[in-house]
């Protein structure tokens, strides 16, 4: 198939490494001059814009940061909506709030194309192993063009119903769960910090214990190698936490644990940490309790 990937950051970049790798031929859009020249020294092409991608392609993956951007890569000056062939499917893989995802599905099917909500999970590791996990949903048709595509960026495909809005509503699920997994990690190895704890040993006692959880073992160890570079960015989660709350405020539901932790990546992104690793929503305790962090190794 012919695929396109916008937006080469830590998943898209994975994703098009990954459809390279099972032969199909790929052209990605990103900004970033040297990050094009990695997927192209791996056998794909690459593009500063969405304008500039192939006309032909069957399949167009969008893994930027937020709905503003999606309207922008596909609908904006320099958007390829416009250029795509009758047929084509747009395989969303951004995170979203629910409506959003059944009005592009909507706005897509005027122009005779077809929609996959598919946000993803399983982080930077699994986009470049080909082992996502991708919740998606969408009509037959839309899952019959993706079907090439997600057989090679994923091991796990979950087809959650035939409309648009199913996917992100079981992301938006998963990034609940995540942003207060994050940020009690966080505020977990503060305590132990601070009340004189060896933090990798407090690491690896938890991660065989019952307190444990995938965020933890896979975000601490940035803390304890003292490595903000971001995987996924603590503006990320002001972002995913932000969908989940709006969407609780439309539903009249309570989402205390939520709104807790969306205020500490609110704290964190204030006070000027947001480009870096989520897992340095930790900086708030740092700031409060004067703990002191492990340095860089």
């Not at 059944?102 to 590791?125: N, Q, W």
């Not at 190698?225 to 960015?233: C, E, K, R, V, Y």
């Amino acid at each position: 198939m012919k695929v396109g990937v916008i937006g080469l950051g830590s998943m898209g970049m994975g994703a098009a490494l990954s459809l390279v790798k099972a032969g199909h031929t790929v052209t990605g859009c990103e900004l970033r001059e040297a990050v094009r020249a990695e997927l192209i020294a791996a056998g794909g092409a690459a593009v500063g814009s969405p304008a500039a991608l192939p006309a032909d392609l069957d399949a167009l993956i969008v893994f930027v940061v937020n709905a503003a951007q999606v309207e922008q890569v596909l609908f904006g000056a320099e958007g390829c909506a416009g250029q795509l062939p009758q047929g084509a499917v747009v395989l969303c893989c951004t995170t979203v709030a629910p409506e959003y995802a059944r009005s592009l599905a909507t706005t897509l099917a005027e122009r005779g194309l077809l929609l996959l909500d598919a946000p993803v999970s399983g982080g930077a590791t699994a986009a470049r192993g080909g082992t996502m996990t991708v919740m998606a949903s969408g009509s037959a048709e839309a899952f019959a063009k993706a079907d090439p595509v997600l057989d090679a960026i994923a091991a796990k495909i979950w087809r959650l119903g035939d409309a648009a809005g199913v996917g992100s509503t079981v992301k938006m699920v998963n990034q609940l769960l995540a942003g207060v997994h994050i940020a009690t990690a966080a505020e977990a190895m503060a305590l132990g910090i601070r009340a004189g704890a060896d933090p990798q040993t407090l690491f690896d006692v938890i991660s065989t214990s019952a307190g444990s959880s995938w965020m933890f073992q896979n975000r601490v160890p940035h803390i304890l190698a003292g490595d903000d570079t971001p995987l996924s960015a603590v503006n990320i989660f002001v972002k995913d936490l932000g969908i989940v709350l709006d969407q609780a405020r439309a539903l009249t539901f309570p989402l205390p644990m939520a709104s807790a932790a969306h205020q500490l990546f609110l704290a964190a992104a204030a006070a000027g940490h947001g480009a870096r690793d989520d897992s340095f929503v930790i900086r708030v305790w740092e700031a409060l309790a004067g703990i002191e962090l492990p340095k860089p190794k």
